[in-house]
């Protein structure tokens, strides 16, 4: 995916744009990786049980970071190492996999660290994730001439949806077979805007068809993506 948008500068070394002349620089070649434990090796070392595409994405990074490529197939069965010419990697990762002792993320192996500055944003609490939601909200009702009684109506949905993000992120985290069970702010926002596409005005003066709502978006968001009878349990609960 990546060599597929680059050029040829010299045999074995591709870059972004065309080749430098006449003492210029290459143009800087920027590499996004989200979720970055998610090639990540787990804490015991072992990697019998990822997918092999797991483990060539953290290799290929790792080969990329340290030795400025990495090695693919070439004809007749033969490896050929591509250079890759003024590259930067950026990558991300869940705060909470950063500890050794969650389990199934783990991580990142050491000799991929020691190659990268890190970075940490705090995951922000439910008392901050509330103000967030309630500015984010605020905004929504302004932008749709929503009237006061809307907006007092919608406080409760604010402080359930901070709630359940929180709840959700404890007891269901993402792992490797499981990618998709990531839970972020954006999942807050697309609740938050399913609830928003109703007509509210109607809405309003019934606080149990609000909740019902927001029940219907909540589940849509958090609970659609679950795999098992005991994980849908678990939000439920």
């Known amino acids: 995916?990546?060599?597929?948008?680059?050029?040829?500068?010299?045999?074995?070394?591709?870059?972004?744009?065309?080749a430098p002349r006449d003492g210029r620089r290459a143009a800087q070649l920027l590499v996004v990786s989200d979720d970055l434990h998610l090639a990540s090796a787990p804490a015991d070392g072992s990697r019998g049980a990822e997918p092999t595409g797991v483990v060539a994405a953290h290799e290929a990074l790792l080969s990329l970071v340290s030795s400025g490529g990495w090695h693919s197939p070439a004809r007749g069965g033969a490896v050929r190492f591509?250079?890759?010419?003024?590259?930067?990697?950026?990558?991300?990762?869940?705060?909470?996999?950063?500890?050794?002792?969650?389990?199934?993320?783990?991580?990142?192996?050491?000799r991929l660290a020691r190659w990268m500055h890190a970075v940490a944003?705090?995951?922000?609490?439910?008392?901050?994730?509330?103000?967030?939601?309630?500015?984010?909200?605020?905004?929504e009702?302004?932008?749709?001439?929503?009237?006061?009684?809307?907006?007092?109506?919608?406080?409760?949905?604010?402080?359930?949806?901070a709630q359940a993000l929180r709840r959700s992120a404890a007891a269901l985290r993402p792992s490797p077979s499981r990618p998709h069970y990531g839970i972020s702010p954006r999942s807050a926002a697309r609740i938050l805007n399913?609830?928003?596409?109703?007509?509210?005005?109607?809405?309003?003066?019934?606080?149990?068809?609000?909740?019902?709502?927001?029940?219907?978006?909540?589940?849509?968001?958090?609970?659609?993506?679950?795999?098992?009878?005991?994980?849908?349990?678990?939000?439920?609960?």
């Open 1 to 18: 995916a990546v060599e597929s948008g680059l050029q040829r500068h010299a045999p074995g070394l591709l870059g972004a744009g065309p």
């Open 82 to 110: 591509s250079a890759i010419d003024e590259v930067t990697l950026l990558a991300a990762m869940r705060s909470c996999a950063s500890s050794s002792s969650d389990s199934g993320t783990g991580g990142i192996e050491p």
């Open 141 to 161: 009702v302004r932008r749709l001439g929503l009237s006061e009684s809307v907006a007092r109506s919608l406080r409760g949905v604010v402080a359930a949806t």
């Open 121 to 139: 944003v705090p995951t922000p609490n439910e008392a901050a994730m509330s103000r967030i939601l309630t500015a984010g909200l605020g905004w």
């Open 194 to 237: 399913g609830v928003c596409l109703a007509d509210l005005e109607t809405l309003s003066v019934d606080h149990e068809a609000v909740a019902r709502l927001w029940v219907h978006e909540a589940w849509r968001e958090l609970g659609d993506r679950l795999v098992s009878e005991g994980d849908r349990s678990t939000l439920l609960t």
